[in-house]
């Protein structure tokens, strides 16, 4: 399972990001996706996930700025980040859980957001 992820970057505060994660390596449907975020000398922590079913779940720190959505006939997870602030700075990865095994992680290598003028 190899887990592709794009988008990060530096902007400045009140700028937008685009995330994606492309998901390939499986035969089995995809169940959960997810981003998650780690600062520096922080733990790792939810951002925002989607079930299959498209029901989505966010952290009460992005609710109303981040937007999740997944792309399921291209195995692909995206999240939107708009009004991004200096605390959204972070290396953001995403998660994917599969069908089958249900309750095994994948994640994605990472991407670095930065924010800061």
């Known amino acids: 399972v190899q887990l592709v992820e794009s988008g990060g970057g530096l902007v400045q505060p009140g700028g937008s990001l685009r995330l994606s994660c492309a998901a390939s390596?499986?035969?089995?449907?995809?169940?959960?996706m997810g981003w998650y975020r780690q600062a520096p000398g922080k733990q790792r922590e939810l951002v925002a996930d989607?079930?299959?079913?498209?029901?989505?779940n966010y952290a009460d720190s992005v609710k109303g700025r981040f937007t999740i959505s997944r792309d399921n006939a291209k195995s692909t997870v995206f999240l939107q980040m708009n009004s991004l602030k200096p605390e959204d700075t972070a290396v953001y990865y995403c998660?994917?859980?599969?069908?089958?095994?249900?309750?095994?992680?994948?994640w994605g290598q990472g991407t670095q957001v930065t924010v800061s003028s």
């Open positions: 989607i079930t299959s079913g498209g029901n989505t």
């Open positions: 390596g499986s035969i089995f449907r995809i169940e959960a």
């Open positions: 998660k994917v859980n599969f069908e089958v095994p249900l309750n095994v992680d994948y």
